[in-house]
């Protein structure tokens, strides 16, 4: 087994019914009985452009219309708290909905052993994602895509900290402690990020699924034989862009050439199959989100109920 490090993918050889070999950057010529290509969307398009032939295969030939909404600013950072800081149920995932970044967090204490060493001082370690980068923050008015990393550590520290509901779960499980009770002792955005007076950039761009990319995201097992595709990008159960869904996809990508390989299917209820269903339909017509259709029924029903009380007479 050979090992090419640093080294980037240029092309692959494709003779029009297998890959013969892959080339990298340096033109070093790499063969294999089998190739997985786990690139991000963004750099395979790239790949296979300079090899029209193979681009034009199925499920190679979607890339174009899995990128057309191009990069999306996805920022990770990480909060370091001096004391534990627990939650009320275990493996609570936050989604802070009032929040301008619309910030996801979660306690990576909770997915780990106890004795895992989390940092000089450090006994609760959160980790977090602004998954919007256009809507400006309440701070200093501007978005994550043009603010400077000192700007995105007020606005994040700020939206967390102004989250009555995240507040009110950490009271419930830290005997009336506020989350601002709590001290940091380190908060840190992910190292690949680059803040610039021209915007953010990744030292890799994201890509996220969206009702016009998500159409078009592949299968991992290609019409080429001994090609085969992994990452969040292509078709899984998980069903999103996340460490989840890449995971899936390495395990599908393996089992495309090894029978052996298990794939744990994700566990759906039949009611959420059936409201994605009806959820579906309503953004065909363009109609709003199901949920929202079901709470406006019982509210106008409920509305119903209080009139129809209000002019029943009374009877003595």
Same mark, same amino acid.
């Given at each position: @087994?050979? *090992?090419?490090?640093?080294?980037?993918?240029?092309?692959?050889?494709?003779?029009?019914?297998?890959?013969?070999?892959?080339?990298l950057a340096s033109g070093k010529l790499v063969h294999a009985d089998r190739f997985v290509l786990a690139a991000n969307p963004f750099?395979?398009? $790239?790949?296979?452009?300079?090899?029209?032939?193979? #681009?034009?295969?199925?499920?190679?030939?979607?890339?174009?219309?899995?990128?057309?909404?191009?990069?999306?600013?996805?920022?990770?950072?990480?909060?370091?708290?001096?004391?534990?800081?627990? &939650?009320?149920?275990?493996?609570?995932?936050? !989604?802070?909905?009032?929040?301008?970044?619309?910030?996801?967090? *979660? #306690?990576?204490?909770?997915?780990?052993?106890?004795?895992?060493?989390?940092? +000089?001082?450090?006994?609760?370690?959160?980790?977090?994602?602004?998954?919007?980068?256009?809507?400006p923050g309440k701070i200093h008015g501007r978005p994550v895509i043009y603010c400077t990393k000192e700007q995105f550590l007020d606005?994040?520290?700020?939206?967390? /900290?102004?989250?009555?509901?995240?507040?009110? @779960?950490?009271?419930? #499980?830290?005997?009336?402690?506020?989350?601002?009770? &709590? %001290?940091? +002792?380190? *908060?840190?955005?992910?190292?690949?990020?680059? &803040?610039?007076?021209d915007g953010i950039q990744p030292f890799q761009p994201k890509w996220v699924n969206t009702t016009n990319t998500q159409p078009h995201?592949?299968?991992?097992?290609?019409?080429?034989?001994?090609? *085969?595709?992994?990452?969040?990008?292509?078709?899984? +159960?998980?069903?999103?862009?996340?460490?989840?869904?890449?995971?899936?996809?390495?395990?599908? %990508? #393996?089992?495309?050439?090894?029978?052996?390989? $298990?794939? /744990?299917?994700?566990?759906?209820?039949?009611?959420? $199959?059936?409201?994605?269903?009806?959820?579906?339909?309503?953004?065909?017509?363009?109609?709003?989100?199901?949920?929202?259709?079901?709470?406006?029924?019982?509210?106008?029903?409920? !509305?119903?109920?209080? !009139?129809?009380?209000?002019?029943?007479?009374?009877?003595?």
């Amino acid at each position: @087994m050979s *090992f090419y490090w640093n080294e980037s993918l240029e092309q692959l050889e494709f003779d029009g019914e297998a890959i013969t070999s892959a080339r990298l950057a340096s033109g070093k010529l790499v063969h294999a009985d089998r190739f997985v290509l786990a690139a991000n969307p963004f750099t395979t398009a $790239k790949i296979l452009e300079r090899t029209p032939n193979l #681009a034009t295969q199925p499920e190679l030939r979607q890339f174009n219309s899995l990128i057309q909404d191009g990069p999306h600013t996805q920022v990770s950072f990480r909060i370091a708290f001096t004391e534990p800081i627990y &939650f009320p149920r275990e493996r609570t995932a936050v !989604v802070v909905s009032d929040s301008e970044f619309n910030l996801t967090l *979660f #306690a990576e204490e909770q997915a780990w052993r106890r004795e895992v060493d989390l940092g +000089e001082n450090v006994r609760s370690l959160w980790t977090g994602t602004t998954c919007t980068g256009t809507v400006p923050g309440k701070i200093h008015g501007r978005p994550v895509i043009y603010c400077t990393k000192e700007q995105f550590l007020d606005e994040v520290k700020s939206q967390i /900290l102004e989250c009555k509901s995240l507040d009110s @779960m950490i009271r419930t #499980a830290n005997n009336g402690r506020s989350l601002s009770d &709590f %001290a940091i +002792e380190r *908060f840190e955005v992910w190292h690949e990020w680059k &803040f610039s007076p021209d915007g953010i950039q990744p030292f890799q761009p994201k890509w996220v699924n969206t009702t016009n990319t998500q159409p078009h995201q592949p299968d991992q097992v290609t019409p080429v034989p001994n090609l *085969f595709l992994a990452g969040a990008h292509t078709k899984t +159960e998980a069903d999103v862009w996340s460490i989840e869904a890449a995971v899936e996809s390495g395990r599908r %990508a #393996a089992r495309g050439f090894d029978c052996r390989v $298990k794939v /744990l299917p994700q566990h759906i209820p039949l009611w959420i $199959k059936i409201l994605n269903l009806l959820d579906d339909f309503c953004f065909s017509i363009g109609a709003p989100h199901i949920l929202t259709i079901i709470w406006a029924g019982l509210v106008a029903f409920g !509305v119903y109920l209080l !009139v129809r009380l209000a002019v029943l007479p009374f009877h003595y």
